[in-house]
């Protein structure tokens, strides 16, 4: 059965920092890529980063060289390092795993975590 936590998000003042984490089972993590996407209010999912089996990462253009995705193989968990945080950066941040081509479409990735919420204040 698939399965991705999530965890790391909280509040912080802008330009600060927050790591998230995504536990993935196994079967999931040596499978698929995974992604990060976040949600905010009133706004459609959009994807923020994604990283294949390979450690190639893709990022959003919004992102300008703030966040960093990676892998954790003994771990099975995929981080997102995110820096110099913004108050748009708010919103709740999902992990998904699935073919890299699902993941560049927010709608079509097939596994899911929880969701964690970032807030970013000025």
């Known amino acids: 059965q698939a399965q991705l936590v999530e965890s790391g998000g909280g509040l912080v003042q802008a330009g600060g920092s927050l790591r998230l984490s995504c536990v993935v089972s196994e079967n999931i993590f040596s499978t698929y890529s995974v992604g990060w996407y976040r949600q905010a209010p009133g706004n459609q999912r959009e994807m923020v980063a994604t990283?294949?089996?390979?450690?190639?990462?893709r990022y959003a253009d919004f992102v300008e060289g703030r966040f960093t995705i990676s892998r954790d193989r003994e771990k099975n968990t995929v981080h997102l390092e995110m820096s110099s945080l913004k108050p748009e950066d708010t919103a709740v941040y999902y992990c998904?795993?699935?073919?890299?081509?699902?993941?560049?479409?927010?709608?079509?990735?097939?596994?899911w975590g929880q969701g964690t919420q970032v807030t970013v204040s000025s």
């Open positions: 998904a795993a699935d073919t890299p081509f699902r993941l560049l479409q927010p709608t079509r990735p097939r596994y």
């Open positions: 990283i294949t089996n390979e450690d190639y990462a």
